[in-house]
């Protein structure tokens, strides 16, 4: 049975590869045209077309998708919004339905895929952890983005959650940013991605529902760092405790 099912994941998979390919070269190009729109309106744009996006193929794919809690995003607040990793399905899934114009942390080794590479750039902060200097212009950058009126996406966990806990250690980027600009936190909760693409698994991709919660905002005002970091992984872990479907 398990031999069966990895076959068909294997036949999802190049479905999945193939109607990505496709519908991303047709996105591409409108995708491109909002670099010549300035900031955020452009970003605003770009967004918009990547949901569109998103909405198309993951349907075509075979993923339903839920989005819950998108009221927490209170008009003219900006935020620091930080999701679990579980999947690489999880990129495609939460900055296009974050509400309004938003950014996220990237490594750079990304944006030397070819044409991917610049689609990537526009809806990116990019960061070569190995390289001091670019991590810290990527700390101001962020914080550029924050006083652009844009969100900022980030994973705390830093990479994909392997492990059998709900959440990996956070890291302190994501709390620092939020103390340091004054943004509240958005802890966002995302179910199910690492179903629908496992990692570790190679060339597999299985249909399914994916869903992402946006939980109310937490305020950095009175808090060091550390509080606030221990605060919304508490916060997050709890709510992914208590409504993952084993």
């Known amino acids: 049975m398990r031999i069966v099912k990895n076959i068909l994941a294997g ?14 070269l047709i996105f591409y190009i409108p995708s491109m045209t909002t670099w010549l729109i300035p900031e955020p309106a452009g970003q605003r744009v770009f967004i918009n077309i990547a949901r569109l996006w998103m909405r198309i193929w993951l349907p075509i794919a075979g993923c339903s998708i839920r989005i ?14 930080t999701c679990n990793h579980n999947s690489f399905m999880d990129i495609p899934l ?8 938003n950014k996220t942390i990237a490594k750079k080794s990304f944006t030397r895929v070819p044409l991917f590479g610049f689609y990537y750039m526009k ?21 550029k983005v ?6 900022m996406s980030i994973y705390p966990e ?17 709390f620092r940013l939020s103390v ?4 509240s936190v958005i802890p966002a909760v995302i179910f199910n991605t690492k179903r629908v693409l496992p990692p570790g698994k190679g060339f597999y991709f299985w249909p399914g529902r994916i869903e992402m919660h946006f939980l109310a905002p937490v305020s950095s005002a009175g808090l060091t760092v550390t509080e606030l970091r221990d605060k919304v992984f508490e916060i997050m872990k709890d709510y992914y405790t208590r409504n993952i479907k084993n």
């Open 11 to 24: 036949v999802f998979a190049l479905w999945a590869m193939i109607t990505f390919i496709i519908t991303f």
């Open 146 to 151: 924050i006083a652009n009126h844009m969100h």
């Open 180 to 183: 340091d600009t004054g943004a």
């Open 94 to 101: 939460s900055c296009p339905f974050i509400p309004g114009p």
């Open 68 to 81: 819950k809690g998108k009221e927490n995003f209170k008009k003219g607040e900006t935020y620091v919004v």
């Open 158 to 174: 830093g990479t994909r959650n392997r492990t059998s806990e709900p959440l990996k250690k956070f890291y302190d980027g994501a």
């Open 123 to 143: 809806g990116s902060v990019i960061v070569d952890r190995n390289n001091e200097k670019s991590r810290k212009e990527s700390v101001q950058k962020m914080k």
